[in-house]
């Protein structure tokens, strides 16, 4: 039996496809929907991660089911600055994702390992030709055509790994800038899962989206070593290339698709500016799209469209910071510029991350004697590029 045409299709089920029907799901069982996804199983393999204030209290019950690990407080390590913060942070694995899209979605509500070729206000094309029809659609499919952005990158190879010894790591390690500097900002980022398993990622801030994923693995492997920690199972490996946007228009981001299909995710330029992370921005538009009394594709995309305008505009201060630091900083010098932020108090680091920043806060950020050359710090907070 042929199932129904839904109202909505979700193009993607990553993380922000994913929490988008999770939250229908939960507030709008009444909204027939299909998710597509073009791999085997949803949000690929992953590991997400936010702080506490990233996440407001009344949008918590979407992504607390799944978050699998909590810690109440963190360190960031650099060479003249080792901090222990103590506010939480919280990490959400793919695989949880997937169970509990499969544990919450009849089977006809999801189709798997078919790839989308083109999307439009009332379809979805796959590569095989075949066209899905509903009233709505929605385009998650990760990061699009960005050419026309001005844009650096995060880049990262991590492997979880299990220690028949323990590893002694107590608490999130976020950023560990105690190491060779290379290919820009270079930092190793550890998540002690449990005594015996820790994830483990050797992150770059580079103006190349390359990742030579076998190089940057075996640094990873070499670091434990110096840390006298040698892994007795690898458990898992995964690798990205986040944007960590510099400048550019948001007509350019959301022009190149048809006009009425609404965007999320990186797709739709949901992420944080300079640490790329986009989990707090999907929770919040999973929340908000459960929300709506209209699901006509053309509202969706008005209201999405308006939001991503919105936030582009709140957190154009965050450009010129990631300007600051990608062409004001030396390459094998950007650490100071994040070493010296982290001299500011826990409530400011908080804001920043969350993307709340005040006007104070902002002042505080750029006080105090610059960790680049002054000239080249004032050029590039001014610079604007098309």
Sequence with gaps: ??????????????????????ALAERRPDIEILVVEEGERFGGNHVWSFFDADVAGPDRWLIEPL??????????????????????YNSVRSADLDARMRSTLAPERYRLRSRIAEVGPDHVTLATGERLEADAVIDARGAGPNSKLDLAWQKFVGLTCR????????????MDACVEQDDGYRFVYSLPFNATEMLVEDTYYSTSPVLDLPLVRGRVK?????????????????AGVLPILLGGRLEDLWSVSDP???????RGGFFHPTTGYSLPDAVRNAVLLAEQPEMSSLALHDLFRRRSEALWQQRRFYQRLNR??????????RYRVLEHFYRLPEPVIARFYAGRLTALDK???LSGRPPVPVARAMSALRERRA
Excluded: C
Aim: net charge positive; charged share 25%; hydrophobic share 45%.
């Design 260 to 266: 009425s299909v609404a965007r999320l995710g990186l």
């Design 222 to 238: 070499s670091h434990l070593r110096r840390r006298g920690l040698e892994p007795a199972e690898i458990l898992a490996q995964e």
């Design 67 to 88: 978050v699998g690990s909590r810690w109440s407080d963190h360190e960031v390590r650099f060479p003249n600055r080792v901090r222990t913060l103590g506010f939480g």
């Design 324 to 333: 600051m630091l990608f062409r004001a900083a030396e390459p094998r010098r």
């Design 363 to 365: 002042l505080r950020i």
């Design 163 to 174: 220690f028949a010894k323990g590893h002694g790591i107590a608490r999130p390690i976020i």
């Design 1 to 22: 039996m042929t199932a129904p045409k839904p109202r909505l299709i979700i193009a993607g089920g990553g993380l922000a496809g994913g929490l988008a029907a999770l």
